[in-house]
């Protein structure tokens, strides 16, 4: 969806960068390749094993409150762990 990643990589990058850092080590990884500028990271995907307590899950919940829940219709951390579980 445009509108998420546009609110993760531009509009809201740093509130993104604080979310990861705080994730680091749990469900958040550093991957290699990246540079002092522009990391790259693996995000762990939302399940519906209870572990709402995630860098994805917190990420949604700031999308919602960035777009004034304009996409929570579509865009939920239900949904986000029903597709991960569909396609495990």
Do not use: C, P, W
């Not at 990271?41 to 304009?70: C, P």
């Amino acid at each position: 969806m445009e509108v998420f990643s546009s609110f993760v990589f531009d509009e809201e990058k740093e509130l993104t960068l604080t979310i990861l850092e705080k994730h680091l080590g749990r469900s958040v990884g550093l991957l290699q390749g990246g540079t002092e500028e522009d990391q790259i990271y693996r995000v762990k995907s939302i399940t519906s094993d209870g572990d709402k307590d995630n860098a994805s899950a917190e990420l949604l919940k700031e999308f919602h409150v960035y777009s004034k829940n304009q996409y929570s219709n579509i865009l939920s951390v239900e949904k986000a762990a029903a597709i991960h579980d569909r396609n495990v």
